[in-house]
């Protein structure tokens, strides 16, 4: 009788330690999951990093991203940041960008960002290297669809409207919204982005408007 009562003892001992194993491993899947997508590999000024669990840090160069991190930028801030495919993001000051999704392996490719404000541009590598690339940048007044592209993005003119220029591509590049699309097909066409109206038609940029964009994420 005491035999029998002792080994119910440890077998509930062992299944509450197994049970108690497996809910330790249950929460940590998550984490152990979780890989780097991205690395930062300039940092000027302050730059921070918020993640997923809503925890914000000033980051060096080194620092890795993850699908999910919120990036700011702040005054006279410089941020650039090389993804594990090639692509790479480069951030003006006074800038927001969430990293919403980025899987570049596989069949499944995609990547979308989450723009809020400042400046931007972003050179696509293997992501957008397949026959239907889903690339697309949101903001609050648009989207912006690459097909696999470097071309510059931000608030060039106020902060209630976002210009868009293709800088360099095979590709083109849709920008839309509820209002209408616009398709930017050749090198230093641009277009416009406002609240309550379609995209302005497309046009060249001037040469004086192209330096404005790129003062704005120069690193130097």
């Not at 929460?27 to 991205?38: G, N, Q, R, V």
């Not at 590999?41 to 993640?51: A, G, M, R, W, Y």
Request: hydrophobic share 40%; proline share 3%.
């Amino acid at each position: 009788m005491t035999h029998h009562h002792l080994t119910f003892k440890r077998t509930l001992s062992g299944n509450v330690k197994a049970y108690a194993l497996g809910l330790i491993c249950l929460f940590l899947i998550p984490f152990a999951s979780a890989e780097p997508t991205a690395k930062a590999v300039l940092v000027k000024n302050q730059v921070t990093v918020e993640s997923t669990t809503k925890q914000s840090k000033n980051i060096k160069r080194g620092h890795e991203l993850q699908v999910g991190d919120v990036i700011r930028t702040g005054a006279d801030a410089r941020a650039i940041f090389r993804f594990y495919d090639g692509s790479v993001l480069t951030m003006g000051a006074n800038s927001e960008i969430t990293v919403a999704e980025f899987n570049a392996s596989g069949q499944s490719k995609k990547g979308t960002f989450d723009f809020v404000k400042g400046a931007f541009r972003m050179i696509t590598g293997a992501i957008t290297e397949t026959d239907s690339p889903d690339f697309t940048v949101n903001t609050p007044i648009g989207s912006i669809g690459i097909r696999g592209t470097d071309f510059w993005g931000g608030n060039l003119a106020t902060d209630n409207s976002i210009d868009v220029v293709l800088l360099e591509s095979k590709h083109v590049i849709e920008v839309s919204n509820q209002y209408g699309t616009v398709i930017l097909k050749e090198p230093n066409q641009g277009t416009t982005l406002m609240k309550d109206k379609a995209p302005l038609s497309t046009r060249t940029w001037p040469e004086a408007k192209l330096q404005r964009a790129f003062k704005s994420v120069a690193t130097e």
